[in-house]
């Protein structure tokens, strides 16, 4: 008597790199290893090390599962590249300097066939002053939009129809596109058990810089979107910071928010379908 159960859908995981030559390997190994069926399209940013050639061997010793994509630009131009480029029903997202529990695409099916987003956990390890500082969140319709792209995972009509990421944003890309598809009336599953990793930043110059980009991202969400921290208690932001990385972290985060109202904060990003439509077409 046959099944019937029916078999898994395919996932396209995507993945946007540049100079990762020292975590890449690990991440496509963990990848290999997943649930099937799936596919990995890894869209490769003008790198200065080995990132694209690491990329190419695994798409030679692996034709059928890996695709090596060159693609300059941003991680939302980067992204929405490797959409296009892919097959599967679902797409998923994680980062170059992640690497994947071997049952993370098992998991996101699982929250995939109760919501067309699903959203996993993400775990920092590495040097742990760097790395397990709280995010700050902020919910939209009861949901949290701030689950990162480095554990994602859309449904590939909605993210089609929401035009995917935004180009023009440097960070919070996925934020605006998570916003995005909450306001169309779309849910966000949290997944738990779906676990990636993420490799701490190698040292506080790192991590300033990407606390500066994050803040300078916060503000492109305000232009596009108005204003989203109406209902956010800014005494929570100050009294949850505890030690001095942290205090680091927060003053790097609120000088990219600076930045970005010295040098473009004027222009407002339009609150329509994104120029990633257009992109797409």
């Excluded at 050639?53 to 059928?64: G, K, N, T, V």
């Excluded at 960070?171 to 676990?195: H, K, M, Q």
């Excluded at 928010?257 to 992109?279: E, K, N, P």
Aim: charged share 20%; proline share 4%; hydrophobic share 40%.
């Amino acid at each position: 008597m046959g099944s019937d159960v029916a078999p898994p859908s395919l996932i396209s995981v995507v993945i946007t790199v540049r100079n990762e030559e020292q975590h890449l390997p690990a991440l496509l190994d963990s990848l290999l290893t997943q649930e099937a069926p799936f596919e990995i399209v890894v869209v490769e940013s003008e790198s200065r090390d080995r990132t694209l050639a690491i990329a190419q061997e695994y798409e030679r010793r692996h034709p059928e599962l890996v695709r090596a994509l060159p693609r300059p630009g941003s991680r939302g131009i980067g992204r929405n590249a490797g959409v296009r480029a892919a097959r599967g029903e679902f797409v998923a997202f994680i980062d170059g300097d992640c690497f994947a529990d071997s049952q993370w695409l098992h998991n996101l099916r699982r929250g995939l066939a109760h919501a067309p987003i699903a959203a996993g956990e993400t775990v920092t390890v590495g040097r742990s002053r760097y790395g397990r500082l709280g995010r700050v969140e902020l919910f939209q319709s009861g949901y949290d939009v701030t689950f990162p792209s480095c554990n994602l995972a859309y449904r590939r009509a909605l993210f089609d129809a929401l035009g995917g990421f935004d180009p023009r944003f440097i960070t919070a890309e996925d934020i605006d596109l998570n916003l995005r598809a909450v306001r169309s009336g779309a849910s966000i599953r949290y997944v738990p058990e779906a676990i990636v990793y993420h490799q701490a930043r190698s040292n506080l110059v790192r991590f300033l810089i990407q606390a500066f980009w994050n803040g300078y991202g916060r503000k492109q969400l305000t232009e596009k979107h108005g204003s989203l921290w109406e209902r956010y208690r800014h005494r929570r932001l100050f009294s949850g910071q505890q030690g001095v990385i942290a205090w680091a972290r927060l003053a790097a985060a609120m000088t990219g928010y600076f930045a970005r109202v010295a040098t473009g904060g004027g222009h407002r990003l339009g609150s329509g379908r994104t120029a990633a439509a257009a992109a797409a077409s």
